[in-house]
């Protein structure tokens, strides 16, 4: 199993600009769900969904859009990128309820808004 | 509003210098505390998970633990391979997978 996976590794945008961060699961996984960490404020939550046509929001979601037509895949979409989007994003994944519900991160992406 | 918070922000410990980190929470009705670990440039990596208060888990050199209103991350004997950011994170609410993380607390592990 290659686990959650995110592309690109990293990117560097001009203001204005858009572009799709791309994760993907092999696990199955039924929740998804989308971070940023910025240096002391933790990671928050941008997006989340629970299954395949369902997303709602998080703590953080303002210029951001996500769409969920598989199981698999997760895209989060910066519609017309902000310096204030500079960020590391995480993609996570993980089953619903039950006792093994622990989150598994992707590698991330270094996000430059210019 | 649940909250999380980490102490302290860092940490420099001699190598095979034992201590512990400590996270607090405020939350209404707790499913679950996590413990992960984030090496620098990397996503964060599990380690724990914590139910109830008074529920203790261990691997190699790490045990955490959990009350109503703090969990620690007892770190015994470390090594430099240790070093890293520990992050805390809950789970609350009803039918709720979301996380809510603490800022983290960067070990190092001096040889």
């Known amino acids: 199993n290659a686990g959650v996976t995110q592309t690109p590794k990293f990117q560097v945008l001009k203001t204005g600009q858009s572009m799709t961060l791309q994760c993907a699961q092999d696990m199955n996984h039924e929740y998804m769900s989308w971070y940023r960490q910025d240096p002391g404020m933790g990671l928050r939550l941008i997006h989340y969904?629970?299954?395949?046509?369902?997303?709602d929001q998080g703590e953080v979601p303002n210029g951001y859009n996500v769409s969920r037509s598989t199981t698999e895949d997760f895209p989060l979409r910066l519609l017309s990128a902000a310096p204030s989007q500079t960020s590391v994003y995480f993609c996570a994944s993980s089953y619903v309820g039950g006792l093994y519900n622990e989150q598994f991160f992707g590698p991330g992406t270094r996000l430059t808004v210019l | 509003e649940d909250q999380v918070t980490q102490s302290p922000e860092a940490l420099r410990l001699q190598e095979g210098e034992s201590s512990s980190l400590n996270c607090s929470y405020t939350v209404s009705g707790l499913r679950g505390l996590f413990w992960y670990r984030q090496d620098p440039g990397k996503g964060p990596e599990f380690l724990f998970t914590?139910?109830?208060a008074g529920e203790e888990k261990e691997k190699e050199r790490l045990k955490a633990t959990l009350t109503k209103k703090e969990s620690f991350l007892h770190i015994t004997a470390p090594k430099p391979e240790d070093s890293a950011t520990y992050l805390c994170?809950?789970?609350?609410?009803?039918?709720?997978?979301?996380?809510?993380f603490g800022q983290g607390t960067r070990l190092t592990i001096n040889p």
């Open positions: 914590l139910y109830s």
């Open positions: 994170a809950v789970q609350a609410g009803q039918g709720a997978q979301k996380l809510v």
């Open positions: 969904s629970v299954g395949a046509g369902i997303t």
